[in-house]
């Protein structure tokens, strides 16, 4: 099975700057991208920022300038360095990898336990 674990998570003040880290662990041939959703209370998960294998990057327009995406391919690592947090970030923040765990498999959305991140005024 494919696991993913996220570390990093806390509260900050508004202003204050987190590091998330999210490693992937268990059988996979191949990851073809991995990023980060979030969800807040009464709100439906949404899309942070992801990355590819190849290094290309997609951000929600409410983190860009802010936020930065980045993996690690050989470890099988994605972080989200979270600069000048406001308190609309605070939300349970999920791990996602699109990835394969055999040649004779398709792609599949694995997803991890969730970090909190609270951002207070």
């Known amino acids: 099975q494919v696991q993913l674990v996220e570390s990093g998570g806390g509260l900050v003040q508004a202003g204050g700057s987190l590091r998330l880290s999210c490693s992937a662990s268990?059988?996979?041939?191949?990851?073809?991208?991995m990023g980060w959703y979030r969800q807040a209370p009464g709100k439906r998960r949404e899309l942070v920022a992801t990355?590819?294998?190849?290094?290309?990057?997609n951000y929600a327009d409410s983190v860009k300038g802010r936020f930065t995406v980045s993996r690690d391919n050989a470890k099988n690592t994605v972080y989200l360095q979270m600069n000048s947090l406001k308190p609309e970030d605070t939300a349970v923040y999920y791990c996602?990898?699109?990835?394969?765990?055999?040649?004779?498999?398709?792609?599949?959305?694995?997803w991890g336990q969730g970090t909190q991140v609270t951002v207070s005024s």
């Open positions: 996602n990898a699109d990835l394969r765990t055999s040649f004779f498999k398709s792609n599949y959305n694995y």
């Open positions: 268990g059988t996979i041939f191949s990851i073809n991208a």
């Open positions: 990355i590819t294998s190849g290094g290309t990057t």
